[in-house]
């Protein structure tokens, strides 16, 4: 199966299960991402709309908090996401193996 995520290498483990993730089953964002408090704000949306647990709600606002606040406090590292010509470029934009999650 292929990366999920192609711009990043990483493990992350769960704090709740102790399962090992990494970039061929989870994404990355970084907190400098300038978009990421927007795309937080519309994924907490898109819970409230399905139904999702008001504790996973909840969790995203703070999480959407801690993020602004990181970018409030660190403006200079504050970007918009970018992927770079050549070699990153090549491997994030190549066209995926399959289609439709077969």
């Known amino acids: 199966m292929e990366a999920i995520d192609r711009k990043y290498r990483f493990k ?20 400098k991402d300038a978009l990421l408090p927007a795309l937080l704000a519309k994924y907490e949306e898109l819970c409230v709309m399905s139904g ?3 504790h996973q709600i909840k969790g995203v606002q ?18 918009l996401p970018s992927v770079e010509e050549g070699k990153e470029e090549k ?9 439709g999650g077969v």
């Open 12 to 31: 992350a483990v769960s704090i709740e299960s102790g399962r090992l993730h990494t970039h061929n089953d989870a994404i990355l964002f970084l907190a």
């Open 52 to 54: 999702v647990d008001r």
């Open 62 to 79: 703070l999480l959407k908090e801690r993020v602004i606040t990181y970018q409030k406090c660190n403006i200079n590292k504050t970007r």
């Open 91 to 99: 491997r994030v934009c190549k066209p995926n193996k399959q289609k």
